[in-house]
Each structure stands twice: as C-alpha cells, then as structure tokens.
C-alpha cells in the first residue's frame, strides 16, 4: 500500500517594527541580556499593554499579501500556560478574532505551479528565551514582547521538499513586503510542523503529529524526512498513531514524543481585558492598501513576459529589487530588453559591486546604457571596446559618444586603412595565407585576429574578415 | 487637628498661610502614631519621607506665592498597597511579592505628583483586593474606627480607616465589586468608583482588569470630586482609559437637583437587607425628595445573577492577572527541582486562602468542557446586567440604594463562609459588572452599637457630575460626613 503524507506548517515571524508589541523596548538582535526591557515587557505589576501601530499594519499587510481578508474586527486573547520565559504566564495572541484569514501562497514547484492555502496570519507577543547554566538557569527577556506574526498554513504540503519551497516562498513574500527581514540566523523565523500520513487515495486524515522545535528550514525538511517514513513504517508494521507532540532533535535527527493528546495543554484562552478589539477604519486600510507591493512570483513572470527575459535573469530583477526597477525605467526608453538586461546584470551590477556604489549614485543618466547598445548597433564600436566605453561612462559619467570621440575609440571602417593593416598581415604571415588559399578555412580567423591585434582592436571585424577573403581569393 | 480637616478646608488655610504642609503631614503622623497600633490601617509609611514632602511642598507655595494651579498641594493621601508608587514597597497586600519595590509610579501617582499631593503609606487590604474585610491581608486585619471588633469592610479597609480615623486628609482605593464604596459605608467616608474607563490603570495590580477602578475615599463629595478631577483622564499607557474630557467635577457640584429623577430599584430593597439600613435609606430618599428630586422605583431584572456572574468574570480574569507571581523573576521564591515544583511551592507559600480559591475558580471556570456553561454564559448575563442598568438610566438620572445589606460586621463573623463574605458585596457588585459609575455617602448610623451606614447613588457611564450633584447636595443637608469616631 502507498501512503502520502498530509503536512500543514505554522510559521512564526518577527516583524520589522522599531519597538516592541506592547511597549516601547527596541525591537533588536544581539544586545546584552535584559538591557531592552521595561516594567511592561517584564510583566511587573500593574502594567498594561499599548498595542503597536505598526505591528497591526503590517499584519493587516500581511494578509494582503497572502491573498487573503483583513478583518473588519480583531481582538487578542490571552493564551496561559507557564513557562518561565513568558513574563506574564500568559501569551497575547489573536485567538477566534484574528487580523487576517484565508489566501494563499503560490510558488514554482517541479516544474509547476503549487498553491498552499492559508488559514489565517494573527498577530502575537514573542517570549523570552531560557539560558542553562552548570548549577543555574537564566532568562533573557530581551526577545519578550517583540511583536510575532503566526501564519498558519492548511494542510496542502504533500512532501517534505514542498514544505520548503513553501517557507522560502513565504520567506520572500514577507522581506518583499517589509513586513520582517526574515533572519533565520537571528532567529526571526522559527516554525511548527503538523503531519499525518494515509494511505493514498484515502479521504480520512491519519493522527495529526505536532513537531516542534526546528529553528531552520532544513531543520523542517530534515524532520519531516524523517518523520514521514517513521508514521509510515509504524502503519506498515500493523501499528497505529496517535496525536501527540513531539520534538525535533537537530543532533541526533529524529522526533521524539513530547506529550501525548491526553496531556496536551488547556491554554484557557479569553478575551484580553486590557486592550480594546482592533475595528480598522477606511482610511487606516487604504494607508496599508498603499504598502502593497507586487509578489515575487508575479514579478518574475512579468519580466519574462513583458521583456521576454530567460528565468535566470528575470529571478536577478525579482532578487534585486531596485536594479529590476532600472532596468524597468531605461527599457522603457525602447531599448532591446535583453541586450539591456545582460548590461545591466554583468556590468552595471559588476562594477556596482566592486565599486561599492548605489544606484542614486550613479554618475551617468538612465539614457547611458542605450546610447553604449546603439553605438554597438550602428557598428560605431565593437562590443569589446563597449565594455572599456561602458567602465568610463560608469567612472566619470561622461556620453558614451563622448568616451568614443574623446579616446579614439571608434571602429575603423574605413577601408583603406583597413587594407593596409590587411596586407601587412598577409605579408608577415605567409604559412596562414598559404594554408587558407589550401582550403584551411580556419586559417582567416587566425588572420582576422591579426588584423584587430594591429589596430588596437578598431577595426571593424565584418569589414576585415570581408577585405582579407577578397584579397587572399584575388 | 489639622488632620481631622477635609482637603478644601486644609487648601484654604494652606492657601491663606495659616497653616504649612508640615503641620497637616506632622500631625497625620501624630495620629497614626497615637491610634494606628490599634487600627492596622498602615502596612507601613515613611515619616520622614512624608515630611520631605511636605517641606517640598511649602517651599514651593512660598517661592511661587501661591500653589500655582495645583489644587492638592501639601495634602498628605495615603495609598492602597495595590498601586504602584515609585520606591515603595508594592506587596497587594500578599506575601508573595516579598521585598519587592515598584521602579515606576502609577499614573494616578504622576498625576497626583503633579497636583502637589504628599503620597505616603501603604495602607492595608485584602490580598491582592480579594476580600471584603481585610481579614485576608497577610499583613494582619484593619479595625474599624467605630467599633475595634468590627472589620473596616474591603478590600480598601485600609483606605476608608486612614481617612476615616484622620490619619490622613484622604486615601486612594481600588473598586473591583464595591471595594472603596463598602468600606467608605462600613466606615462612614465618603467612597468613589469612577466609570471604567475614566481613571488610568496603569500601575494599579489587575485582579479583574475589565471591573478594576481606581477611586478616592474622603471625608466630602467636595474632596472626592477634587480626587477625580486630578487623577481622571486619557492614559497612552492604558488603552481602556477612555480619552474624553474631564469635567470640572468640583463646579458643577453645588447645583440643584430639583427635578432630578432618582430610581430604587425594586429587587434591592427585600430580604438580607437589615432594617436600619433600610430606614436610613428611605430617610435619604426622603430627604432628597425633599430637595425636589422625583423617586421611582424601577426595575434591575438580573439583578440576583449578579453575584455569580461578578466571582466567574472576576476570577478568571484573576486567574490570567496572578499567573506572574511565580518566584522567577521577583518577589518570594520557594525553590524546587523543577520551574512547575517552584511555581506550585512559591504559589502555594504566598497566596492566602482567598487568593487561592479565587484563582482555582478563575482556572476552573475558564477550562476546556466548561468555558461555555461558566464563562461564556457570564459574559452573556454581563451583557443582560449592564442593558438593565442603561434602560434604567432612560427613565432616571441616577439609582439610590444601600451601599451594604447591613453596617459593618464582626471580625471573624464571616471568614469561614465565603458566599455570606461575597453577598455583603451584593449592592455594589453591578457597578462594575455595568462599568458605570458609584459613590457611597454617610446616611446615618445604627443603635447599638452605632455604626456608620452608607447611601449608594449609581449614575450613567461618565454621568459622575450628576451623581456628585446629588450626594453633595444629600451630604450637605445632613452632615453625616462630619461625624467622627471616638478614638480614645
């Protein structure tokens, strides 16, 4: 019998705000333990929480993002379990009124489109986070309180290779939308994973596994690769499965059972008395309407479409958000798109990179690189010299028609100094002339590379190539 | 004695430089010094902070000739243990807090600050406002200045005893189920809970954050309405605190309420109420008729769920609000093997019995299976309560009742029965359940032994001016306020 797996993800990300959810403490990485923390965040008594602007409008945009609906009415609940990193034993989440529901991601998945549709995306409160010592434990709280976007997925993920093409697809969405930067070293994106396996074709879902604990997206699918094969197996021996949790152990790479259904939590959850339901009005949902940006997806196949990009350099525009935007703007001056693209990826951003320089600061205006095509066209240079061309324009901003004037840069046409370079060659290669007057074809190219060594590479190579054939043939 | 006066007639000597700040704080200590070893209404103060205070205080009056706009400047207020007041010892009251200190001042405290009041004390409760006789204070029970046996009512006990019993000009309570009004009746000051909403929470410890109001307990309507109008008013830090204007409660006081329509309602006045009460109540409503006010009865039907619907929403919410008092991060810690053999050791050392039972009802009730026959249905009844209370309010402009069933118990009369303890709470326990606003005022006293009663006015979310209108215009026409127990 076959089995398939059934696999959902609740993906936890901390949003990109100044100061925390309630309070406020920065919203920071990497400071000494408890030195971004305040009566509120440290759950003292009698304080009170103060919601977060920001970290609703990036919810609301989150939802937006994700194809899905904000809600007209949202609340937070208090979620309570004990746990010496939660500073008030309670979590603030978003319970039966999230902010957001419904949408979907869409993403390439071999060679296709795959759709994972999401549940819901509801604001929460990030915890502390516990340190062990030899004799004693401690708690750093700085992490307490950072405001947390939970983005529950439905069980639409059949492998563990999908489930991270889904993260990393979500993963994109959220850095495009500046909704968080998504580190997974600074711990910004951390995930649970519930799956179940069947046989295939069953309707009937298997007991759903709760596994937690993964901190990376290879930690996602190293544990689902494991724990596919484990339920299967157990099913396979006659066994059956149970709901329960169970942990990831990055080390040693298996699941191990945390807590069976029996003994899972009562969270308790009720309405949080001490801020008001979230009701946003037209206005507040059109200013966060205004920050929606367009998906990656779709970013990359417009620029295919619209520019007849290949995909790689399409995904270099999606990538690199800004430099897609200029190769937006200067191919709407009617430039031919992929030559323009392949300037501005293996020059423009080359020499970006070696020179440490921004886009605004470029020194020459949008309408250099079409002037450098044009004169390569109209065979003024040759795209060898272009490349020299291009690198001043870059450095000092001057016309490319200038570069060329003012350098000699320009490509010999005219013949008869051509011919004179030509009959040089002849002359000193008499072994080459021979072997292509013999039928050696290849003997030309040998010659025509001559020919533009001698002319400091000017000449026009067709006219070259043309004038040595007729001299060598006559 | 300067500490017998009101605010307004310590303002006014202050004002004429009869008298300094010095004086009132000194002679506060002097009483508290001379009657609080019987009393218990101090958990603790600090004499010589008080007194820095006050040189403050009278320093600044003479640098600025004047006290500049704030009109608490140099009255000495003491605090219930359940504020927060920078560098003081916050302990609600419990055990579990242990040495712990506040590092941030309430926004009452600041707003207080800023008016110029001298804040000083911590004065005794109920642990963590749960209670209604400070006999769950783990810092020993207050007495009741008119009779030593008596308990002063809860959970502001301390409160209503300071100001009562003149240890101070006035006290700041918190009001969860009628916890400043039943003490402010049990010891014969005036107490008020303001609508929710009107005063800032922040830095007040929640029992039940959507009942929980801070409110003034005084020796006058006049000085309550002044407590109002400084500590009312929008808060960034308390996104409940409703941001309207703040009326000048202390103007509007002295007008007529001729034609005012006042409603008893009809379930209020049966059995349980003790008849001496019900006597003074109908000779205020007679006096307040008198003054041309309308009286009619009119009808709370859910009135009788009250009780049960208050100790399902209050302790759940206490459930959630104590969960912090764990001995991770401050306060008492009993160590154990494991963080759950910490919490269970330190909960278990720290909270009293109450505290205990409340937040074991707020778990059960909010638990998987019965979240929808207790809490849920409470909320509903919630709702019920507070329409009873707004088609009420469109047919009068304030509801007159008793503040308690009967004047001040005994210590020990009721500690070992919990539901006769929360039905002496039945009166005020709507207020909040509605979030509308309540004052109790001296409305006489029994015989033998005489005690104080008090006469609760109910007014419309935010209607406080109304209802301090009233219980000005009743206070004044019969003095009630004025008298004071005999402390020998």
């Known amino acids: 019998m076959d089995f398939e797996a059934v696999i959902g993800l609740e993906t936890h990300v901390q949003l990109k705000t100044h100061s925390k959810m309630w309070c406020g403490c920065a919203n920071s990485f990497g400071a000494d333990p408890n030195t971004h923390v305040c009566p509120v965040c440290l759950g003292l008594p009698g304080v009170l929480p103060v919601a977060n602007e920001e970290a609703l409008r990036l919810t609301a945009l989150t939802g937006l993002l994700l194809n899905g609906t904000i809600s007209p009415f949202a609340k937070f609940d208090r979620k309570n379990y004990f746990y010496p990193d939660v500073p008030k034993n309670y979590q603030v989440t978003q319970y039966d009124k999230p902010s957001t529901s419904g949408g979907w991601v869409e993403f390439e998945f071999q060679g296709g489109l795959a759709r994972v549709h999401i549940t819901r995306a509801h604001l929460e409160e990030d915890v502390g986070k516990n340190f062990h010592f030899d004799r004693e434990s401690g708690v750093d709280f700085n992490r307490a309180g950072v405001p947390l976007l939970e983005i529950v997925s439905e069980p639409d993920i059949t492998s563990a290779e999908m489930a991270c093409d889904y993260l990393n697809a979500l993963k994109q969405i959220l850095i495009y939308g500046g909704v968080s930067d998504c580190d997974m070293e600074k711990g910004m994106v951390r995930c649970d994973v519930n799956v179940s396996v069947r046989p295939k074709g069953e309707k009937k879902l298997g007991a759903k596994i709760e596994i937690k604990n993964m901190n990376s997206f290879s930690g996602v699918r190293r544990a689902l690769e494991h724990e596919i094969p484990r339920q299967i197996a157990v099913l396979r021996s006659g066994g059956t499965l149970s709901q329960e949790t169970r942990r990831w152990d990055d080390t040693v790479g298996v699941t191990e059972s945390m807590r069976s259904k029996e003994n899972a939590h009562d969270y308790r959850y009720f309405s949080e008395p001490d801020l008001m339901p979230f009701v946003p009005d037209a206005a507040w949902l059109e200013s966060v309407r205004a920050r929606v940006v367009e998906l990656p997806l779709t970013r990359k196949r417009r620029f295919m479409k619209d520019y007849q990009l290949p995909a790689p350099d399409a995904e270099t525009f999606v990538n690199d958000v800004p430099l897609g935007d200029y190769f937006e703007d200067v191919a709407r001056q009617g430039v031919q798109p992929k030559a323009l693209a392949n300037w501005v990826i293996n020059n423009l951003r080359a020499r970006m990179t070696e020179s440490n320089t921004r886009l605004e600061d470029l020194k020459f205006p949008p309408t250099g690189i079409p002037e450098l095509i044009a004169l390569v066209d109209a065979g003024t240079i040759s795209s060898k010299i272009a490349q020299d061309v291009f690198r001043h324009m870059f450095e000092s901003g001057e016309s490319p028609a200038g570069i060329v004037e003012s350098r000699q840069m320009g490509q010999v046409s005219d013949t008869s100094a051509i011919e004179q370079f030509c009959d040089e060659v002849i002359a000193a290669n008499p072994k080459s002339a021979e072997d292509f007057r013999s039928g050696k074809a290849a003997a030309l190219n040998f010659l025509k590379g001559q020919v533009m060594k001698a002319s400091k590479g000017k000449a026009n190579p067709a006219l070259v190539g043309d004038l040595l054939a007729s001299k060598l043939n006559s | ?488």
């Open chain 2, 1 to 488: 004695m300067l500490n017998q006066l009101t605010i307004a007639e310590l303002s006014s000597k202050l004002n004429s430089g009869t008298v300094s700040s010095r004086e009132a704080a000194q002679a506060c200590l002097d009483q508290i010094e001379r009657v609080d070893g019987r009393l218990n209404a101090f958990i603790s103060h600090d004499p010589a902070d008080l007194l820095a205070q006050a040189d403050a205080a009278d320093r600044f009056r003479q640098e600025q000739g004047g006290n500049q706009g704030r009109p608490l400047l140099g009255i000495p207020i003491a605090v219930k243990d359940v504020i927060a007041v920078r560098g003081h010892p916050l302990n609600c009251g419990s055990k579990i807090l242990g040495s712990y200190v506040s590092p941030y001042d309430a926004t009452v405290i600041e707003k207080l600050r800023s008016a110029g009041a001298l804040l000083f004390g911590r004065v005794n409760m109920d642990e963590f406002a749960m209670g209604s006789s400070t006999e769950n204070s783990a810092f020993g029970v207050s007495r009741n200045p008119w009779d030593l046996d008596r308990t002063p009512g809860g959970s502001s006990g301390g409160s209503a005893v300071a100001v009562a019993a003149d240890e101070c000009l006035a006290g700041l309570g918190s009001d969860t189920g009628g916890s400043v009004r039943q003490p402010a009746a049990f010891c014969g000051c005036v107490g008020l809970k303001p609508s929710y909403g009107r005063v800032s929470r922040y830095g007040l410890v929640a029992y039940a954050s959507s009942l929980d109001q801070i409110g003034p307990l005084t020796k006058s309507v006049r000085d309550a309405a002044l407590m109002l109008e400084v500590i009312s008013g929008a808060d960034s830090k308390d996104s409940t605190c409703v941001p309207r204007e703040v009326p000048k409660f202390t103007e509007g006081l002295n007008g007529s309420i001729r034609g005012m329509r006042l409603g008893v309602p009809r379930e209020y006045m049966v059995g349980g109420l003790d008849p001496q009460v019900a006597d003074a109540v109908r000779a205020a409503l007679s006096e307040l008729e008198k003054q041309g006010a309308e009286i009619t009865e009119i009808s709370l039907p859910h009135t009788e769920y009250a009780v049960a619907t208050y100790y399902i929403v209050a302790t759940a919410e206490a459930s959630a609000n104590l969960a912090r008092f764990d001995g991770i991060r401050y306060g008492l810690r009993v160590d154990g093997a494991d963080p759950a053999e910490l919490y269970s050791r330190t909960r278990g050392a720290g909270f009293g019995t109450e505290v205990k039972r409340r937040v074991i009802l707020g778990t059960y009730v909010l638990s998987s299976g019965y979240y929808d026959a207790y809490y849920l249905r409470a909320q509903k009844v919630r709702t019920l309560i507070r329409k009873d209370f707004a088609e009420a309010f469109e047919r009068v402009d304030a509801i007159v009742t008793p503040t308690t069933p009967t004047a001040a118990f005994r210590i020990g009369e009721k500690s070992d029965d919990p539901l006769q303890m929360y039905l002496s709470d039945i009166y005020t326990l709507s207020c909040n359940l509605a979030g509308i606003c309540g004052v109790s005022v001296p409305c006489g006293f029994t015989t033998n032994p005489r005690l104080p009663i008090g006469l609760q006015l109910l007014g419309k979310p935010f209607g406080e001016e109304t209802l301090l209108r009233i219980a000005n215009a009743y206070e004044q026409a019969t003095g009630w306020h004025a008298a004071k127990p005999e402390l020998s």
